[in-house]
């Protein structure tokens, strides 16, 4: 009689126990490891919207208007870093006590941002936080691997998914009531807290599978050193002054990226897959849309909310909920699409940055004068745009790759959309300050509000025509077949 290996029946738990659907979940069993697994994705996800939500109080308080978009481009950068040292820690330190450690590092980083006398302080509050928070992200995965049986993992994981649409609507309520009360720090004491207790929950629930042994994996350390130096120098052109220097710096930009995709593809261990960002294969005009519309979508959360404030005299917890329309959008238009037929679906590739591009249009221009009926509809356009489509373009990136790349391509995914928000978020703070929001004043403000989302249009635009040439390719492929 053949023995089962420890990945199909991890932990010892139960044969044929995921036979029973979504109450087997509710086992005594598999209950505390789900909870804590879940507080680590709501965690890391509510304090997206919190920060969205005080970024308005914390520059009236510390000032740093011109460095609004670093916090998110700083956090955003660490997670990428940490994301590709999760598996090394892994390997030194088991899942549990990697898991720990990124929820203790997540703490530490929020109570550096609570503590923050300048927005230099609080940005660097926030890249110790990404860092945690990469990793907490990165591990829930292979602890669903570990913990639970194979047949669970799907609705484990669509649990996980699920818990970003819970935090729409925690995170601005946590962020708003402080904010609204002018004790924006006390939101992130409140989280250095749930860290705490998130670590130790984790000590006391989380199975101690052994450690295997094996070679430990080599950190990818000149091309994740590429990436940061891209977001670092694109953040840096936003408080630039001299023309010459910002146009240096967006050079480096572009100079850094290129890098990193050349090293990757003569890589043995890849980042990406070969094909990455190629214009003649599925799998690279996917990473195309998917950093296009990760671009698209980012200016968002990080200036949309202290537009609403100023200019609308929104309080900051309203202010959190109009922008959160838009991931309430997001995740109602990728529930409405799931099931629909090939035809469609290749049609939600162009739909769906087409109508980012036509919400954009309406925030710009409607970001001054009003009414905010027309707004909020058009930020809710914004994420239901990128709802029709992001599910397929995921699928056929992890579907057209390699059999070899695959799982490259598939952990790709939210590496390329987190390179794309970053970028799109230090690119949002550059465009702020030349239409004028660094001076403070209304009229800068106002010219803001309409350059930010307009400007972002252009790459709602290209990703629909990225959209066109993925449908085209993928109806080839299926032809071919």
């Known amino acids: 009689m053949l023995q089962k290996s420890s990945q199909e029946n991890p932990a010892g738990v139960p044969e044929g126990a995921g036979e029973r659907g979504w109450p087997a979940l509710l ?75 990124g929820a203790l590092i997540f703490g530490v980083g929020a109570l ?27 591990v829930a995965y292979i602890l669903v691997r570990s913990t639970f049986p194979e047949p669970m993992w799907p609705r484990v994981l669509a649990l996980i998914s699920g818990a970003w649409s819970v935090s729409i609507l925690l995170g601005p309520l946590a962020g708003g009531m402080f ?20 670590a130790v929950a984790a000590v006391r629930t989380l199975p101690r599978a052994p450690r295997e042994r094996a070679a430990l994996p080599r950190v990818p350390g000149a091309r994740v050193a590429l990436i940061c130096l891209a977001i670092v120098a694109l953040s840096s052109s936003a408080v630039m002054d001299a023309p010459l220097a910002k146009a240096g710096l967006i050079a480096l930009t572009l100079a850094a990226l290129a890098g990193m995709l050349r090293l990757n593809r003569t890589a043995a261990a890849r980042l990406l897959p070969s094909d990455a960002f190629s214009l003649h294969s599925v799998t690279g005009v996917g990473m ?63 739909i769906g940055p087409a109508t980012m591009a036509i ?52 952990s790709a995914m939210p590496t390329v959309q987190q390179v794309g928000l970053a970028l799109g978020g230090a690119a949002a703070g550059l465009v702020a300050n030349m239409a004028g929001l660094s001076s403070g004043e209304i009229g800068g403000i106002a010219q803001a509000a309409f350059w930010v989302p307009a400007s972002f249009t252009c790459a709602a635009v290209i990703a629909a025509v990225m959209g066109l040439r993925l449908a085209l390719l993928t109806k080839r492929a299926a032809l071919n077949a």
């Open 359 to 410: 919400g954009l249009v309406g925030v710009g221009a409607m970001g001054s004068p009003g009414p905010i009926a027309g707004l909020l509809t058009a930020i809710l356009l914004v994420g239901l745009g990128i709802g029709m489509c992001w599910a397929f373009v995921a699928q056929r990136v992890m579907g057209s790759a390699a059999h070899e790349e695959a799982t490259i391509a598939a």
């Open 179 to 198: 904010a609204r009360h002018g004790e924006w720090r006390g939101v992130f004491i409140g989280v250095t807290a749930l860290s705490l207790l998130l």
């Open 288 to 350: 195309w849309s998917t950093l296009l519309l990760a671009i698209s979508y980012s200016p968002l959360q990080i200036f949309v909310p202290l537009f609403l404030q100023r200019l609308h005299a929104f309080e900051p917890l309203a202010a959190g909920y109009a922008v959160a329309a838009a991931s309430l959008g997001w995740t109602i238009a990728a529930l409405a699409v799931a099931g629909l037929s090939n035809v469609w679906a290749r049609r939600m590739l162009i």
């Open 112 to 138: 550096v941002c609570a503590n923050a006398a300048s927005m230099g302080y609080f940005i660097a509050g926030r890249f110790v936080q990404g860092f945690g928070g990469g990793i907490l992200a990165a």
């Open 27 to 101: 086992r005594r069993e598999w209950l505390p490891a789900l909870t804590v697994l879940l507080g680590g994705v709501l965690l890391h996800s509510i304090n997206v919207l919190i920060v969205a939500t005080v970024l308005p109080s914390l520059v009236e308080e510390v000032g740093g208007a011109s460095m609004m978009s670093w916090p998110t481009t700083a956090f955003l950068a660490s997670s990428i870093l940490a994301a590709t040292c999760t598996g090394l820690l892994t390997v030194a330190i088991g899942a549990r006590n990697t898991y720990c450690a």
